[in-house]
C-alpha cells in the first residue's frame, strides 16, 4: 500500500494531535478513510456522520476510487445543498 | 472529454415548449393538496405559543369528545430510544419535554373535516411552564444564555464554550498575519443578517394512510421521496421499503421540501385510526413559524488589499443560529466565502448555534448567500476606499481552474474569468446614472452536487421513449432530461415522456437539490438511453448477420458502421422496436450510480437601484445576471432559474426577515408582512449565459439553480452605497433601517 | 353546525354544493366541486393563488365564503379555454416559460385574464401593478411580464 496524505480542515487539529494532513496507508478512499479512523478514533464519529472527500478537485462518490500518492486528498464538510 | 465531442447539436440548447406545460396552464397538474382518498379524514396540528416552555400536561379528552374526532396523537405515540439526525427529526416533528420554538407542534388530531380538525386542534389543552428563551445568535452563544439543550455539541466543539455552540470549525491556509502585513489598506467590519424563508407559494401538504401491518403510502409534495420515505420511517420505526412515497407536483422548494416536518403525522394518525388515509395542508402561518427558514447569520470579516487591488490575506468568522437543532450552513458559507478569490492567506472560524427558533432548512445555495454578503460588502468599500474598480480587483485576484481554492482542494473547470468578461461587456454597464441612482456588482458561488442517481428507460413498441426519474420537477426538469434523451437517441423530443416516479418505481434518489436534477438524472438518463442504444444495435446486428461492433447508431438508426460492414439500409429505432417481441423482448436501460464530474458554477450580478431619500426605499432600476451554465440544455429554463435566483436575492436583501418579539414570537408569519417581491417591485431580469462546459457531463452541464442567490445581497448594499453614500451592514435594507442610516449620515 | 345549500354556476355550469358557513370559496371549489386548480397559497388574501372571478370581477377566493356565492357566476382556471383551445395566455405562458413550479400559475392566467378585458393594451408597468397582488416565487415575473404583453398584442392582432 502506498502513503497517501489527507489534508483536514485545522478545527480537527484537536482530534488529530495537531496534524492539518495525516498520511495514511491506503490504495482507496475508503481506505484512507479507515486509516484516519485508526490513526485518530477521535476523528470517528465525524467521518460517520458525513464527510465529502475531493481528490484532484473532484468530489469523490465511491469509497472504492483509487488514490495514490500523486493525488491531492482533502476531506470536507458534507456538501449538498437547496 | 476532447473538445471535438461538443459537436452541432440538434435539440440541446433549443427552448422546446416544456412537457408538463399543459397540465399547468389548465389547472390540471396535481399539486399536494390536490388530491384525497375514499375515507379520507383531516388533520391539524396543535403548535406551542411559546418559544421555549416545559409541557407539563396535555389533554386531549375535550377534542377527543366531538363528534367526528377520530385520533390525537402526542410524543408518546412515537417510538422511543432514537438518536442523532432520526432523533432531530423526531423531535421537531412533534415536541417531547420541552416545546422549543414557537410553532413547535405538541399534538395532532385527526377528524372527518377540516373545520372540525382545526376546531378540535384547539380544544386540545396544554399546560405549559414558560422557560427563559433566546433568538438572537450572539446572545445564544453568549455567557448565561439559556441552555436549549444540553450535550447537543459534536466532537468539534472546544471545552470551555457555550452549550449552544454545538459545531465549530477552523481552516485556512497561509500566514494570516504577515499577510494583512502586506496590504495597503485593512479593513474589518461585521454583518449581520436576518432569517429569510424559501417562501415557495405551495404550502406543505401531504396524505398518508397507514396500517397495523406496518405498511403504508404517501402523496406529498417533496423535492426528495425518497428522503421522506427515509426521515418518516426513521421517526415512526417503520421498515423504509413498506412506505411507499408519490411525490406530487411541486410548488416550489427551493431547499424547504428536502426534509420533513408535519409529513410523519398523517401516518401516525392514521395508523390510530386503524388505517384511514389523513390530509394535512399546512396554513402559511404554520409554513413560517415552523418550517425551515433558512440561518441567521452574525459575521466578523476583515481583509488586507493592496493599492492595485491584490488581495493578500482574508479572515472570516461567522456565527449562525439555525434553530434549536445543529445544521445552520455555517460550514458551506466559509467555504464560499473566499471562493471567488486566489488569496495565499486565509483564516475561516465558524460556530453552529442553537436557539428557540424553527429548525433551519436549506435555502438556495445554503449559507453562501451570507457569506457574499459579508466578503463582497467589504471588498466594495476597499475598492472605493482604494479608489479601484470593483469588476477589475474581482478579474485581478480571479480563480481559475487549477487554482487551490479557498477552502482547500484545486478547482476543477471553472468559469469564474468568462462571467467577468461577459459582465465587464454588457450595455447595462454603460448606462448613465441620475441623483441617488448607484450601481453594484458582486460575485457568487455555488458547488453545485452529484447524488445517489437512479433512472431507468424503456423504448416503447412505436420506437418512442419513456423516462422514469426520481428528482421532482420543479422548475423545468423534464424538459432539459428529455431533450438530452431524444438528442442522444436520435429521435424528436416530442417522442420523449418523463415522468417522475414513486419511490416503489426506482432504486434510491437523492431529491431534486444542489442543483443536480438536470446534471445527475440528465446523465443517468443519458447512459440509460445509450445503454438502450447498445440493445437495439445488437439486435440489428443479428438481424443483419453481423457482429453488433460493426453497428453504429445515427439519427435514430442502427447502421453499419462504414463499408465493410455490409451494405444494409438503416434500421429505424421504431423498425427495431415494433420487432422486440420477436427479437429478445423489452428494449430498455437503466442507469444507477454517484455521478462523478459535477461542475461548479460561478456568477456575477450588476444593480442599478435608486433611493428616495425622503423614505428610504430602494427602487431597482436595472438587474444583470451573467451566469456560467456549462451548458444550457433548455436555455429559457436556465434564464428562469437566474431570474427566480436574482429575485429572491433581491427579496432578502431589501425586505425579507424573521421578527420576533421579546417573547420570542414570530411577528410577521403571513405574506402581508413577510414581504416577497412582487412584479411591481422587479424590473426585467436581464441574463447572459456564459457556457465553459463542464468535462464532466456529457452535454456540458454545470447545475445553474442555486448561485444566482448569492449575490443580489452585497450588490444590492454595494449599489445602495454608490447611490447614497452609506454603508449598511445589516439586512435587510428595509426602508426604516436605510432612512435611519440616511439619517445618521447626515 | 348545519350546513348551507348553495346553487351557483361555475365555468358556465350550474353547480349545487352544501357549505360550512366557515368554509371559503376557495374551500368549496377545491374539496366540495373537485375544482383543484385554484390553489391556497396563503389564505389571507395576499398571494393571489386562489384568483378567480365572481360576476365577472376578480377576487382572492380564499377571502370569499362558499355561502355568498347563491346565485353568482364564477369563473376558475378549469374554465379559462375552450373546449379545446387554450386561451392565448395559457400558450403564451408555455411558449415563454413564465412559469417554473407552475403553483402560481392559475392565479396569474386568471388574473391576467381579467386585465386584458379591461386593458387589452397595458404598458409593462400596468401589467407589474395589477399582477402585484399575485406572489410567484420562481420565476422573478420577468417572463410572467413578457408572455402577459405578447398574450396581449396577439389578442389585438399585432404580430408578436
Ligand atoms: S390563497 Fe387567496 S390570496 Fe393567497
Ligand atoms: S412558478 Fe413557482 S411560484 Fe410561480
Not at chain 2, 427563559?132 to 472546544?158: F, L, N, Y
Not at chain 2, 396554513?283 to 488589499?305: F, H, N, Y
Not at chain 2, 482574508?314 to 473566499?338: H, K, S, T
Not at chain 3, 407552475?102 to 386568471?110: D, E, I, Q
Request: glycine share 12%; proline share 6%.
Amino acid at each position: 500500500m502506498a502513503r497517501v496524505q489527507v489534508h483536514l480542515w485545522s478545527g480537527l487539529r484537536r482530534l488529530t494531535d495537531g496534524a492539518e494532513a495525516v498520511e495514511v496507508e491506503a490504495t482507496t478512499v475508503g481506505e484512507a478513510l479507515d486509516g484516519l479512523i485508526a490513526a485518530h478514533p477521535g476523528l470517528e464519529p465525524l467521518i460517520e456522520a458525513g464527510v465529502s472527500v475531493v481528490v484532484d478537485g473532484e468530489m469523490t462518490t465511491s469509497r472504492h476510487q483509487k488514490i495514490g500518492p500523486e493525488n491531492e486528498v482533502y476531506l470536507m464538510q458534507r456538501l449538498k445543498g437547496g | 472529454m476532447a473538445k471535438d465531442e461538443f459537436k452541432e447539436f440538434k435539440l440541446v440548447g433549443t427552448r422546446p415548449d416544456r412537457p408538463d406545460g399543459l397540465d399547468k396552464v389548465t389547472g390540471r397538474a396535481r399539486y399536494g393538496a390536490d388530491i384525497s382518498a375514499p375515507g379520507m379524514l383531516w388533520g391539524a396540528v396543535v403548535r406551542s405559543p411559546h418559544a421555549h416552555a416545559r409541557i407539563v400536561k396535555i389533554d386531549a379528552s375535550k377534542a377527543l369528545a366531538m363528534d367526528g374526532v377520530k385520533a390525537v396523537v402526542t410524543r408518546a405515540d412515537f417510538p422511543t430510544g432514537l438518536t442523532g439526525d432520526a432523533w432531530n427529526l423526531q423531535e421537531n416533528t412533534m415536541a417531547g419535554e420541552r416545546a422549543l420554538y414557537d410553532g413547535h407542534a405538541v399534538a395532532a388530531v385527526a377528524a372527518i373535516s377540516k373545520t372540525l380538525a382545526e376546531d378540535a386542534a384547539r380544544l386540545v389543552e396544554v399546560e405549559y411552564e414558560i422557560l427563559p428563551h433566546v433568538t438572537d445568535v450572539d446572545e445564544a452563544m453568549a455567557e448565561g444564555a439559556p441552555v436549549i439543550r444540553e450535550g447537543a455539541a459534536d466532537a468539534t466543539v472546544p471545552e470551555g464554550m457555550h452549550p449552544n455552540v454545538v459545531k465549530y470549525m477552523e481552516f485556512g491556509r497561509g500566514d494570516i498575519e504577515a499577510g494583512f502585513a502586506e496590504a495597503d489598506l485593512v479593513k474589518e467590519h461585521t454583518f449581520k443578517t436576518e432569517a429569510a424563508h424559501q417562501g415557495y407559494i405551495e404550502p406543505h401538504a401531504c396524505l398518508g394512510q397507514l396500517g397495523e401491518d406496518g405498511k403504508g403510502e404517501m402523496w406529498v409534495c417533496t423535492q426528495g421521496q425518497w428522503y421522506i420515505r427515509k426521515m418518516c420511517a426513521d421517526v415512526l420505526g417503520l421498515d423504509g421499503a413498506q412506505l411507499r412515497v408519490t411525490p406530487s407536483e411541486i410548488g416550489g422548494g427551493f431547499g424547504g421540501k428536502t426534509t420533513i416536518f408535519m409529513e410523519p403525522l398523517p401516518l401516525a394518525l392514521s395508523k390510530k385510526t386503524g388505517g384511514r388515509p389523513v390530509k394535512i395542508v399546512m396554513s402559511r402561518s404554520e409554513v413560517l413559524r415552523a418550517t425551515g427558514p433558512t440561518a441567521s447569520a452574525s459575521m466578523d470579516v476583515k481583509i488586507g488589499m493592496k493599492k492595485d487591488g491584490t488581495i493578500t490575506a482574508g479572515r472570516a468568522e461567522f456565527r449562525m443560529q439555525g434553530g434549536a437543532f445543529p445544521g445552520a450552513p455555517v460550514d458551506m458559507a466559509l467555504y464560499c466565502a473566499f471562493a471567488g478569490y486566489n488569496v495565499p492567506n486565509l483564516e475561516h472560524v465558524g460556530y453552529d448555534v442553537l436557539a428557540n427558533r424553527p429548525k433551519c432548512a436549506a435555502y438556495r445555495a445554503p449559507g453562501s448567500p451570507m457569506a457574499a454578503f459579508a466578503v463582497e460588502s467589504l471588498v466594495d468599500e476597499l475598492c472605493r476606499e482604494l479608489g479601484l474598480d470593483p469588476l477589475e480587483v474581482r478579474m485581478k485576484n480571479a480563480v481559475k481552474s487549477g487554482d487551490q481554492a479557498s477552502y482547500g482542494p484545486k478547482f476543477g473547470s471553472i468559469g469564474l474569468v468568462e462571467t467577468l468578461e461577459a459582465t465587464v461587456a454588457h450595455p447595462n454597464l454603460q448606462a448613465e446614472l441620475g441623483p441617488n441612482q448607484g450601481r453594484g456588482v458582486a460575485v457568487g458561488y455555488w458547488f453545485n452536487h452529484s447524488g445517489e442517481t437512479s433512472v431507468s428507460m424503456a423504448i416503447s413498441e412505436d420506437g418512442t421513449a419513456q423516462v422514469s426519474v426520481g428528482t421532482p420537477d420543479i422548475g423545468g426538469s423534464r424538459a432539459s432530461i428529455a431533450l438530452m434523451t431524444a438528442e442522444t437517441l436520435g429521435i424528436p423530443y416530442e417522442d420523449v415522456r418523463v415522468n417522475v416516479v414513486e419511490t416503489g418505481a426506482l432504486g434510491v434518489n437523492e431529491p431534486t437539490h444542489g442543483s443536480r436534477a438536470t446534471f445527475a438524472s440528465g446523465k443517468a438518463a443519458v447512459e440509460a438511453a445509450r445503454q438502450a442504444i447498445g440493445e437495439m444495435c445488437r439486435r440489428a446486428a443479428k438481424e443483419w448477420g453481423i457482429e453488433p461492433e460493426a453497428v453504429e447508431w445515427v439519427d435514430g438508426a442502427a447502421q453499419p458502421a462504414g463499408p465493410n460492414a455490409g451494405e444494409f439500409p438503416p434500421m429505424t429505432i421504431a423498425e427495431i422496436a415494433g420487432k422486440m417481441g420477436s427479437t429478445g423482448g423489452p428494449i430498455s436501460g437503466h442507469h444507477e450510480s454517484v455521478p462523478e464530474g459535477v461542475g461548479a458554477s460561478f456568477g456575477a450580478h450588476v444593480v442599478d437601484v435608486e433611493v428616495d431619500p425622503e423614505t428610504g426605499r430602494t427602487t431597482i432600476l436595472r438587474y444583470l445576471v451573467v451566469q456560467d451554465a456549462g451548458r444550457a440544455i433548455h436555455p429559457a429554463y436556465v434564464e428562469g432559474q437566474y431570474q427566480g435566483g436574482a429575485a429572491q436575492g433581491i427579496g432578502w436583501a431589501l425586505n425579507e426577515e424573521y421578527i420576533y418579539d421579546d417573547q420570542g414570537r414570530l411577528q410577521n408569519p403571513v405574506f402581508l408582512d413577510y414581504r416577497v417581491p412582487v412584479a411591481s417591485d422587479l424590473p426585467m431580469i436581464d441574463t447572459v449565459i456564459v457556457e465553459v462546459p463542464n468535462p464532466g457531463h456529457p452535454y456540458g452541464v454545470r447545475g445553474v439553480g442555486e448561485t444566482g442567490i448569492t449575490p443580489p445581497l452585497p450588490a444590492i448594499a454595494n449599489a445602495i452605497q454608490d447611490a447614497v453614500g452609506v454603508r449598511v451592514r445589516q439586512l435587510p435594507i428595509s426602508p426604516p433601517r436605510l432612512l435611519a442610516a440616511l439619517k445618521a449620515k447626515g | 353546525m348545519s350546513k348551507i345549500h348553495v346553487t351557483t354556476k361555475v365555468n358556465g355550469d350550474t353547480v349545487e354544493f352544501l357549505a360550512d358557513p366557515r368554509e371559503t370559496l376557495l374551500d368549496c371549489l377545491r374539496d366540495r366541486l373537485g375544482l383543484t386548480g385554484s390553489k391556497e397559497g396563503c389564505g389571507t388574501g395576499d398571494c393571489g393563488a386562489c384568483s378567480v372571478t365572481l360576476d365577472g370581477t376578480l377576487v382572492c377566493s380564499c377571502l370569499v365564503l362558499g355561502a355568498e356565492v347563491q346565485g353568482r357566476e364564477i369563473g376558475t382556471i378549469e374554465g379559462m379555454g375552450g373546449d379545446d383551445t387554450l386561451h392565448p395566455l395559457q400558450r403564451k405562458f408555455i411558449e415563454h416559460a413564465a412559469l417554473q413550479c407552475g403553483f402560481c400559475t392559475p392565479g396569474f392566467l386568471v388574473a391576467g385574464k381579467a386585465l386584458l378585458e379591461k386593458n387589452p393594451n397595458p404598458t409593462e408597468e400596468e401589467v407589474r401593478y395589477w399582477l402585484a397582488g399575485n406572489l410567484c416565487r420562481c420565476t422573478g415575473y420577468d417572463k410572467i411580464v413578457r408572455a402577459v404583453m405578447d398574450a396581449a398584442a396577439e389578442m389585438r392582432g399585432e404580430a408578436a
